[in-house]
């Protein structure tokens, strides 16, 4: 968790970095690794859910303490303030390492590195939509919206990347991927005012770094979750069918056990809670079944004394009275 909030810490700064005109430098470098990331998977993208909400593409993050990247689904996400449009994060390589460029919101999209996200990330600017006044147009034929309730909407093929080598999935910027370079437009935007990604978007990347099956060294750079209708929402697999909540009781599997004497600690207490929980409720259940015995006996044999129960009586109560009465 402390790594976790030093790794937000850089994003935040990273937007107050001075930007420069090389492909690497962008928005500035919040973290870095010595791996390249896996390739990017293929999946449909959920329905939009709400009138005014924007794609924010899956991404690979990396975690410093499992030297692993996992993947961070692709989400529909209510932007900070109208007008803004989002910018997604990317990976640059640049001086032996892969740089961790952090998105963000801003009046114009700026540089992402080239990758083709989908979703009308094609690698240049967005193609899924255009804010008009306070509304937010979608165009239907790049990002999924169901019509029947969402009417904001418009049809642009023009938009679409065809240009991206067929099974292209390349996460990242630079030598061995792709080796796009900044726009004079992308260039003026990233010098814009900025707004960091939103604190759901922040617990969003969270979650997904709690679930051990979003890491690639479990699933091998193909996620079952890939994408998410919203934060907190239903999870769905590549094909666009609902896949089940991930199990994150085993989130830190992945990562050093560095309190391994306290958990054990804290297992055996919990398990000794259980049994002694287990053990006060069979006295409660053996006095609820002599009350009603009792309800049924000669008013005077109600007044006898009552045995005392213990946690494991060789012989039942009821018994002992049924003995005493013959």
């Known amino acids: ?14 937007f107050f970095m001075t930007p420069g005109a090389h492909a690497q430098i962008s ?32 991404y690979w993050a990396y975690d410093n303490d499992a030297e692993d990247y996992y993947w961070v689904p692709g989400v529909w996400v209510a932007p900070p303030n109208p007008g803004l449009l989002w910018t997604p994060a990317y990976w640059g390589y640049d001086g032996g390492v892969y740089g961790f460029h952090a998105g963000y919101w801003g009046p114009h999209v700026g540089f992402y590195g080239g990758i083709n996200y989908g979703g009308g990330y094609g690698g240049v600017g967005f ?9 937010f147009r979608y165009n239907t034929a790049v990002v999924n919206v169901n019509t029947t309730v969402i009417h904001n909407t418009y049809i642009d093929r023009t938009v679409i990347n065809n240009n ?3 099974n292209n999935h390349t996460s990242f910027n630079g030598p061995g991927g792709v080796t796009a370079q ?18 759901q978007q922040m617990s969003h990347q969270q979650n997904a770094r709690m679930d051990k099956t979003a890491f690639a060294s479990a699933n091998h750079g193909n996620p079952t979750n890939v994408a998410m209708n919203k934060v907190g929402g239903s ?11 991930a199990n994150n009781n085993n989130a830190n599997a992945n990562r050093p056990n560095t309190n391994g004497q306290a958990n054990q600690q804290h297992t055996q207490q919990a398990n000794d809670n259980a049994r002694g ?19 049924q006996q000669p008013k005077q044999q109600h007044q006898q004394k009552q045995p005392q129960h213990k946690a494991a009586p060789k012989a039942h109560p009821q018994k002992q009275q049924h003995e005493r009465k013959e």
Not at 127 to 135: E, L, N, T
Not at 237 to 244: K, L, V
């Open 1 to 14: 968790m402390k790594n976790f909030a030093k790794a937000c810490l850089l994003m935040m700064a990273a």
């Open 27 to 58: 928005i500035g470098i919040s973290i870095s690794a010595h791996i390249a990331p896996p390739a990017l998977p293929v999946y449909v993208q959920p329905a939009c859910p709400t009138d005014g909400y924007l794609w924010v593409p899956g």
């Open 127 to 135: 193609g899924g939509g255009a804010w008009s006044g306070g509304s």
């Open 164 to 166: 991206v080598t067929v």
């Open 182 to 199: 900044p726009r004079p437009q992308e260039l003026a935007a990233m010098r814009e005012q900025h707004t960091a990604p939103s604190s």
């Open 235 to 245: 999870h769905f697999n590549p094909q666009g069918q609902r896949a089940p909540r």
């Open 277 to 295: 929980d287990a053990q006060a409720q069979q006295p409660q259940a053996h006095n609820t079944q002599q009350q009603q015995h009792n309800m």
